[in-house]
C-alpha cells in the first residue's frame, strides 16, 4: 500500500518561512492535496492539486510537487498559522493521508 | 451554505454496532463522492471508506474492510456507515467528507465521536 511520510514537527520563527513536507513513491506523479486543522476543528484544505489555492486561503500558502516530495510552503509565518497539516493523495481508489506534521510559530 | 453534519456516534461494548449519519445541504449531494474519515484521540487522520455519487461503488480501509458498510440515499442528501464488531481501535472521532473522484476533500463536517469500551 502507498504511504506518505510527513516530520512530525516543523518549527518557524514569526514571520519566516516554514516548509512541510510529504514523502512518498513517485509522488510526484499524484496530485496532492494539503489540509490544516486546528484543535477541535474539522480540517481545512489550503491546497488542492500541487500548487492552487481554494478562495480564501492567503498567498502566503503555496504548494509544489516533484520526484518523491512534496512540499507545503507557509511565508511569513503568523502565530494564527499554528496548526497541524496533512497532506493527501489518491492511491487506486483508495485515499491516503500523510501522519500529519505540527507547526510551531515561535 | 454548504454543510455537513454527522450524528449517531456514543459509547458502545465492543463488539457492539453503530450507525451513523451525516446531512449533507448547500449542494449537489449526488454530484459529490463521499467519505468517512477518523481520527482517534491525539492521532492523525485515517481514511476509512469511500461512495461514489450514485452510490455504485464503495472502498474501504483494510482496517474496517468486512465490518464496516457505507451506504447513501441521495433522496434524503444523506450518508450513513453501519459499523459492526466494533474494537476498542475504532475509537475516534468519525467525520464525513465529500470530494471529486481522485480529487481533494471540501467539505467536512465537524465529526461524530466514537468511543468503544467495556
Redesign the interface.
Known amino acids: 500500500?502507498y504511504e506518505l511520510t510527513q516530520p512530525l514537527s516543523v518549527s518557524v520563527a514569526l514571520g519566516q518561512t516554514a516548509r512541510i513536507t510529504c514523502g512518498g513513491n513517485n509522488i510526484g506523479s499524484k496530485?496532492v492535496?494539503w489540509?490544516q486543522?486546528k484543535p477541535g476543528q474539522?480540517?481545512?484544505?489550503v491546497i488542492?492539486?500541487d500548487s492552487n489555492r481554494?478562495s480564501g486561503i492567503p498567498e502566503r500558502f503555496s504548494g509544489s510537487n516533484s520526484g518523491n516530495t512534496a512540499t507545503l510552503t507557509i511565508s511569513r509565518a503568523q502565530a494564527g498559522d499554528e496548526a497541524?497539516y496533512?497532506c493527501?493523495v489518491?492511491d487506486s481508489?483508495?485515499?491516503?493521508?500523510?501522519?500529519?506534521t505540527k507547526l510551531t510559530v515561535l | 451554505e454548504v454543510q455537513l453534519v454527522e450524528s449517531g456516534g456514543g459509547v458502545v461494548q465492543p463488539g457492539g454496532s453503530l450507525r451513523l449519519s451525516c446531512a449533507a445541504s448547500g449542494f449537489t449531494f449526488d454530484d459529490y463522492a463521499m467519505?468517512w474519515?477518523r481520527q482517534a484521540p491525539g492521532k492523525?487522520?485515517?481514511?476509512v471508506s469511500?461512495i461514489s455519487g450514485d452510490g455504485g461503488?464503495t472502498?474501504y480501509?483494510?482496517s474496517v474492510k468486512g465490518r464496516f458498510t457505507i451506504s447513501r440515499d441521495n433522496s434524503k442528501n444523506s450518508l450513513y456507515l453501519q459499523m459492526n464488531s466494533l474494537r476498542t481501535e475504532d475509537t475516534a472521532l468519525y467525520?464525513c467528507a465529500g470530494s471529486g473522484w481522485?480529487?481533494?476533500?471540501?467539505p467536512?463536517?465537524?465529526?461524530t465521536l466514537v468511543t468503544v469500551s467495556s
Open positions: 500500500s496530485n492535496h489540509y486543522q474539522a480540517p481545512v484544505l488542492y492539486r481554494p497541524d496533512y493527501q489518491w481508489t483508495f485515499v491516503v493521508f500523510g501522519g500529519g | 467519505h474519515v492523525g487522520l485515517e481514511w469511500l461503488s472502498y480501509a483494510d467525520y481522485y480529487e481533494w476533500f471540501d467536512w463536517g465537524q465529526g
